[in-house]
């Protein structure tokens, strides 16, 4: 290398949704979400709901620690570089991260992120951040991962935790409906509906196969759940489907079906239990901290069935590990065809 000329590095940027960390940064996370203040009565539901959740998102704290674990697991397999996190609503938000690395001489950038599936709200949302950054960071190059849910330790967390909570309900098999769920998103802002779709078919197909569950396809209706159309085995001796939450107001076709017309349905034929695995999220979210585990929880003892689910991998050793070992692939390509790290 030419003295005085300062060798490109790598760095890694681990880009998420985000979420307020306080009450008070409800407003502005809204703001940013929906692109105007959002109106009093609003703003007073959604900070009702987070201080249900502790007064703010878990998000940004896990997102944090993910980021600290894989820094640290990469060091020890020999790789020091810096990773640091990246939010599309909150701070610190993409482009700024992106900014502090170059700001550092970094020229290299590998981009994971914490959305497993590809969606236009999630992961196009966060490569289109990080378009809008790079013309003003030339000579930067960003390289990106696939999709978590490509990795093994993913879908073998989800099922370990799928075990677990299955255990806990000491219900026979038969009684107890599995629902693997996934956030419910507009068809019309599905780029390719089917790729969203069918990601969670492979995933849920996998973690069933793992726990002995019966082989799935796709169903327009069932013996023991009349009038629900999906992916899964219902009417077997261990029956499961797929299905989505956290539906939104917004007028207009949703995926479905949304887990709540499961429940009921569920309920009225008998099904004592229903157990949720909530395949669509790496980490827990307002959406499975409150969505789930309030809404869905007191509407499963309405119906008077018992109800418990599966924590997302958040900063699992196993997850941190393989996204690691993804990193360092990249690096040492990088390295063989330019001769840079």
């Known amino acids: 290398m030419t003295a005085g000329i300062h060798e490109p590095r790598t760095a890694v940027l681990v880009m998420a949704y985000g979420g307020p960390d306080c009450l008070e940064a409800v407003g502005p996370f809204m703001c940013e979400l929906i692109g105007r203040e959002p109106v ?9 709901r987070y201080a249900q959740i502790g007064g703010k998102s878990p998000l940004p704290e896990i997102a944090a620690d993910m980021a600290m674990a894989l820094e640290s697991r990469l060091a020890s397999d020999g790789l020091v570089i810096p990773v640091r996190v990246g939010f599309r609503y909150t701070p610190p938000k993409i482009g700024d991260t992106l900014g502090e690395f170059y700001d550092a ?27 809008e950054a790079l013309p003003g960071l030339p000579g930067l190059a960003v390289t990106y991962l696939p999709p978590l849910h490509t990795l093994d330790a993913f879908v073998e967390l989800h099922a370990q935790e799928l075990r677990e909570a299955t255990d806990r309900l000491d219900t026979d098999p038969g009684d107890v409906l599995t629902v693997f ?6 068809v019309e802002d599905l780029q390719n509906p089917e790729l969203y779709a069918s990601g ?17 396809a796709e ?12 992916f899964g085995a219902p009417d077997s001796g261990r029956p499961w ?14 995926l479905g079906p949304d887990i709540e017309d499961v429940m009921s349905v569920a309920a009225e034929s008998g099904f004592a239990a229903l157990v949720v695995s909530p395949i669509g999220f790496a980490t827990e979210h307002m959406e499975t901290r409150y969505d789930l585990d309030i809404v869905e929880a007191d509407r499963a003892r309405e ?22 070992r993804s990193i360092a692939e990249v690096v040492s390509r990088r390295s063989a065809d330019t001769g840079e790290r």
């Open 40 to 48: 009093g009565p609003m703003l007073e539901r959604i900070q009702s």
């Open 105 to 131: 001489d970094i020229r290299h950038v590998i981009a994971v992120s914490l959305s497993p599936f590809e969606s236009k709200a999630t992961n196009t949302a966060y490569m289109c951040a990080v378009e």
């Open 181 to 186: 769920t996934a956030h419910s998103l507009p």
């Open 200 to 216: 969670l078919r492979v995933v849920a197909r996998e973690i069933a196969a793992r726990l002995d569950m019966p082989s799935a």
């Open 219 to 230: 169903f327009t209706d069932s013996a023991r759940l009349p009038g629900i159309a999906s």
């Open 241 to 254: 489907l797929l299905a989505y939450q956290s539906k939104g107001q917004r007028p207009g076709e949703w």
């Open 303 to 324: 119906l008077g069935i018992t109800f418990d689910r599966g924590v997302a991998p958040n900063d699992a050793p196993e997850l941190i590990a393989q996204i690691a």
